[in-house]
């Protein structure tokens, strides 16, 4: 209940607060990056989205509604906020692979390639995830 009142009026600073940290924690769950202790599928996600949409008052959920633009808008930033996001830990583990520091060199090499096994990992995942967002978005806009 509390969570449609927001959806009701997310042009209201502390609506929009509330909303942008509920979606983003969401966002998250469906990440493979930061694992959530309670996953959630891209399916579930926009399930819920929608319905909460759905639960607006018949004039709120109309396309062209303030409500609906505002929420939208909201969820693209918050979406977008996520990609950037995986895009510094994609040029992050990109600069680890690309050039070992001088520290690094002095360690053994099995020190050296298991920072860079990690490096490959973050970046395989945050890469997956950006295909996840992408999916995120196609589901979305499917009506």
Do not use: C
Not at 52 to 66: G, I, T
Not at 124 to 135: P, Q, R, S, V
Request: proline share 5%.
């Amino acid at each position: 209940m509390y969570l449609a009142q927001l959806h009701s009026t997310p042009t209201d600073p502390n609506a929009a607060d509330a909303l942008v940290t509920t979606y983003h924690t969401l966002l998250s769950a469906t990440l493979s990056l930061w694992p959530s202790g309670h996953p959630l599928s891209t399916s579930a996600f926009t399930a819920f989205v929608k319905s909460m949409l759905l639960s607006l008052p018949s004039s709120s959920h109309v396309a062209s509604s303030p409500a609906t633009t505002a929420f939208g808008e909201l969820l693209i930033d918050t979406m977008w906020s996520i990609d950037s996001q995986l895009d510094d830990v994609i040029a992050d583990s990109k600069a680890t692979i690309a050039a070992p520091s001088e520290k690094e060199k002095e360690f053994e090499q099995a020190n050296s390639q298991s920072e860079e096994s990690g490096a490959l990992l973050s970046r395989d995942a945050a890469m997956k995830d950006k295909g996840t967002l992408l999916e995120l978005v196609k589901l979305l806009l499917v009506r």
